[in-house]
């Protein structure tokens, strides 16, 4: 339907439903406008945009009126121009001298329209307003807000995180955080998408690395976000002669749709940080050991709470060399061990942190140079389990649907994921959908930010997850809510789970997850009854010994229920870094080649042996944890390590420290010196991602450009040049002129990718497969028709309820969960060194239930002492009911207590990840 | 011109017996008749098709034709339809709905009754002023007598029909009386009024169709279905039928409610009916109808008190509540105190209606204080006159209009303020 109406004597033609701002947007006549920003709902409070329509006895507001039918409409008549002269005068005139918008970014609508309409107030101004200063990256000047609304829409209806509202009435009205508390007190965080609101000087970011400075006069770099795997579209502004990033914007992306969290916005200043590494290292203190004293020992008194290595403390253990002198030092102690030794004795960890061309060199550096397939990253300390359950299941890895198609469901479960601190912008998506009526299921032991969208929240008991679905499922079954037809056409095996379920009474698992029985009914009949139901799941479900069997349960709820393959449906494992995906499409896994071609497979093999001109090992690797241990054990005595942190990031720290003090050589290739590195004999200085060209796979499989916004400190080098000039020395060359040489070599031998090249992603990336890139964005959707199985079909694989293992016991009677916050990234490398994140979150805690605190006379900001059988750390106490009583909650990015000491490193049998999220661990008062 | 029957005061006869405002004393004196006789006798497009013939105007301010209004709610619908009554009477001056709240309950609750069988409403909300106490209690009480007694709840009167009634308080807010607000607040949200279109007939309370009317317009009513509309144009003019109750306050010395014919001339209320200004003094301006109504210049108060007649004189019958100023009052003084309610009533979503009423207040305060400047009041009219006409309510109008008033026929005492650079009156009550 359209309609046609008369702008400005002009005949226009929208369609119906179009407003008249829009439709004379359109026909381009640009009318002025504060309150009104095409990406929020319209509410037409300001009336800069009022317009006078033919018959009508009042102005109408364009960006809130429909166009009608014949309607005449003048949008800039002199007693509009006067109106809207009068409208900036009046807010003009209560406008502080000098605009904070106008000092920083000089992109302040509000004075813009000043100069437009040469307005100089003739009034007064009234009462002074307040400015509030808590934030530690937003400056309010309530002086300078015109009430436009934005910022309000933009938390409440862009992010859903209902922090801003409006507070009292006529001259008097306020915008307000939570119930009129400063910013900083309020429940806000820190997304920054007020301040990209924001029209006036009102709402601005502080200073993060460098002086805020006028648009105009930087350099604009779209790239992507370094942090999470959601992969945010994001443009830098760059001072270039200070070489430092002034501020980030969100950019529009079919994936995040411009939207940012506090990571993404306010955490780039880690890469210029003193404590970069400009030069190589070599190491002059010997025999080896921690150099810091919490890493030496966790069991040591800490000397301060909390905070970053003390470079005076681990740097005189080094000495400054040249690259040729450490890149030759590098290559020959490998090829010593190598030669020595064989090729098992060497191994090396590639990071999700770096880009797909760097994973696949690393990789194939490992492969056909060391000569084994013992290389990993810590996509085994997160979606391992997961993976292993999908390709077992649907014989792929990657997600079969996007984040963003949760629009086209009606019933979602998002179970064991923190969305809204791990995943921020995605839960923003999930949070739109359960505003629209989609109804949320929740699962999961810990309260976490998201169960406050839910239709239904279902707190069960740590590791209970194999008999919660078991449970979900029997009652599908028994309710008749199974997709016959999607099972006999597309899987094999139901009879199986009907089996394997039976015994899973809702009664019984009640009492296994101490969830009622009538939600478990309640929420398998939503689930079950479904048009369209989505999976996500994070972390919660995968670090368990049963981590694998914990997907297999919800790969079979959807399968059974044809949740599989067509929109608002799926299976969408979130994955955490930012390449995470893409180093495992890569091949930087033990088991797999790039594209998860099996190494132990003969064909894909001699691809690859041709490919690369070498004889390649026809052994699966090692893993990550088995890596480690293998060091500890003097199996492996030479290691690679790329931009990652095992020190904090692996289970059992003090295993770890064992492993890594018996290497014979460690090179270290990194950006800081980590609590890893202190155990290296060469380190190597690193370019973080702003200051590369590279592709990240998001997610979502949307491969992205990351482009270089500042240039690298001192003498740090590209990671792929740094991974060339070792393989060439080691005696195998590797020449390219740049990364999308590499890429376009990676796409050769994935199948997936095939068609993408640097030059074809575009600005928001593809979505692969992705066969045309030229026309389209990729595939939403996969597996509609099939699964790549051999016989195209889903495989059933039945699971049986078996528990953690190691569980509460007289000794040890609380069950620790390890995690993360928003505001900081895994071992805290990045956000520790990030002024705004670590402002925000100093330091760590663990979350103990009021309850247990009363028992335990536990104090909120008192310390406890956590102890489990494999060491002890001390860290503040956090009260909160978002854990449950018995349980303990505990963020691992922080060194000085570091969350690792605590966990164990047994691995669940197929995926090899370990059990972050449960083991067993005593609570006791503790002084600091 | 204006008709005068006999009996004038229908709505009030009876407030004198106390057993009024109970159900039983109610139907003594032939209560819930009409009620009765439009549920069970007419059809519904019936008693709109005998409100609009009677040419009743809605009496909480706008004077919109309440028949006309009803005839807007949707036929054909699958979502229930409400009726809202708005008891949120704010208006400073305005006092009529008070009365009847307390006095004739029943009167209310049967003009509804009849509004909601005419428009198919399956409920009523009734949304009164936070700070009308008794006449809450008086509701409750009358609205349990009313369910005891078959006429409110399922089945009224024996019919198919059935209507509830919920009483919903107010708390304090001036713009809940606008009627988008109104439905803002009862849904629980902040009392900000609501972009129209779409009008409250397809989008209203809890986004259901509903009509808003006043207390008074409900009142009328039964007694239009009782007697017929021709009796009801008996009264008052041709445009304007019907009696009105005016409240008289301020200067007069017979202050109080009057019901009278609508177009009964406004010297006719302040002089004879309110007994006019006290000895020795004299009339120096009258605000026709509530605050928000421009005020009329002594020498104006012939205007008959119909819309039709003070529209020419550049106002407007309001909601009736007349005050009465003598010459001892200062007009500036006046306009702090009117434009300061404004700057605090104001909900703030609109530009000029936050920012102008808090200059307006700011401007005329500095010149009572003697610190204003000659240019302020062409600046004072320059605002005012950017208020009007381009706001979401007619909020931003109803603060503009006093303002321009007062401006239009006592620019003399702004311009002394201005010139002797002090308010020549003497200081009566402190600002």
Known sequence: MSVTLTIDGRGVTVRSGTTIWEAARGAGIAIPTLCHDPGLEPVGVCRMCAVEVEGARVMAASCVRLAEPGMVVRTASEKIERCRAMLTELLMSEQPDVSAKERTTADDELHALARRYGVRPRLRRGAARPRDDSSPVIEVDHQACILCDRCIRACNDVQHNDVIGRTGKGYRARIAFDLDQGMGDSTCVSCGECVAACPTGALVNKPISAPLRPRAELAAIDTVCPYCGVGCALTYHVDEAANRVVFAEGRESPGSRGRLCVKGRYGFDYVSHPHRLTRPLIRIDYPKRALSSEVESSRRERRKPGGIVDYDEVMPAFREASWDEAL??????????????????????????????????????????????????????????????????????????????????????????????????????????????????????????????????????????????????????????????????????????????????????????????????????????????????????????????????????????????????????????????????????????????????????????????????????????????????????????????????????????????????????????????????????????????????????RVQIGRPALAPPGEARLDWEIICEISTRMGYPMQYDSASEIFDEVVSLTDSHSGLRHDNLGATGKLYPCPNPEESDGTVVMFGDGFPTGDGRARFVAAEHSGADELPDAEYPFILVTGRVLEHWHTGVMTRRSRALSALVPEAFAEVHPEDCERLALEEDGFVRVRSRRGEVTLRVRKSVDTQPGSVFIPFHFREAAANVLTTDKLDPDGKIPEFKFCAVRLETADL | MLRVPHVTNYLSEHFADDAFGTLAGYERYGGYKAARQAITGMAPSEVVALVKESGLQGRGGAGFLAGLKWSFMPAETDKPKYLVCNADESEPGSFKDRILLERAPHLLLEGILIGAWATGASKTFLYIRGEYAFPAAQLERAIAEAYDKGYLGKRVMRSGFSHDVVLHRGAGAYICGEETGLLESLEGKKGQPRKKPPFPAQYGAFGMPSTVNNVETFCHVPHIVAKGSDWFRAFGTEKSPGTTIFGVSGHAVRLGLYELPLGTPLEEIVYRHAGGVPEGRRVKGVIPGGVSMPILPADQLDVPMANEFLRERKTMLGTGGIMVMDDTTCMVRAACVITYFFRDESCGQCTQCREGTGWLNKIVNRIERGAGVPEDLDVLIDVAGKMEGQTICAFADAAAWPVQGLLRHFRADFEQHVHERKCPFPESFQL
């Open chain 1, 328 to 701: 030759d030092l590098v290559a020959s102690r490998l090829r010593e061990i190598r030669d020595r030794s064989g090729s098992g004795a060497l191994a090396g960890f590639g990071s999700a942190k770096c880009s797909n061309e760097e994973a696949y060199l690393f990789q194939k550096l490992v492969r056909a140079v060391f000569g084994t397939n013992n290389v990993d990253h810590c996509t085994r300390l997160c979606h391992a389990s997961s993976v292993a359950a999908l390709l077992q299941m649907i014989g792929s890895g990657a997600v079969t649907t996007t984040y963003g198609d949760v629009e086209n469901s009606d019933v979602v479960l998002i179970t064991g994921s923190n969305t809204t601190s791990n995943h921020p912008v995605a839960a923003t998506f999930f949070k739109d959908a359960a505003r629209r009526g989609t109804k949320l299921i929740v699962v999961d032991p810990r309260h976490s930010g998201i169960a406050d969208h839910a239709w239904r929240f279902c707190r069960i008991r740590s590791g209970t997850d194999v008999a919660f679905y078991n449970g979900l499922m029997r009652v599908i079954i028994e309710e008749g809510l199974t997709d016959a037809d999607y099972i006999a056409e597309h899987t094999t095996g139901f009879e199986e789970i009907e089996r394997a379920v039976k015994a899973y009474t809702p009664e019984r698992v009640s009492g296994i997850c101490g969830v009622p029985a009538a939600l478990l009914r309640e929420v398998a009949i939503a689930y079950g009854e479904a048009r369209a139901a989505i999976t996500f799941w994070g972390m919660g479900m995968s670090q368990h010994v049963h981590g694998t069997d914990n997907c297999r349960c919800i790969i079979s709820l959807a399968l059974m229920t044809g949740n599989v393959g067509r929109p608002g449906t799926g299976l969408h494992p979130l994955r955490g870094q930012n390449n995470v995906q893409g180093a495992s499409d890569a091949g930087l896994i033990p088991m797999s080649y790039p594209g998860y071609q099996p190494v132990t497979s003969e064909a894909a093999r001699a691809r690859f042996e041709a490919a690369w001109d070498a004889k390649l090992d026809p052994q699966t690797g090692l893993t990550s944890v088995e890596i480690i241990e293998a060091a500890r054990d003097g199996v492996v005595k030479g290691m690679y390590m790329l931009g990652e942190n095992p020190f904090l990031s692996e289970p059992n720290v003090n295993e770890v420290r064992k492993g890594l003090a018996a290497l014979e050589f460690l090179v270290v290739q990194d950006i800081f010196l980590t609590e890893t590195a202190e155990f290296a004999d060469v380190v190597l200085p690193a370019t973080s991602a702003l200051e590369k060209t590279g592709t990240y796979t998001n997610t979502d499989r």
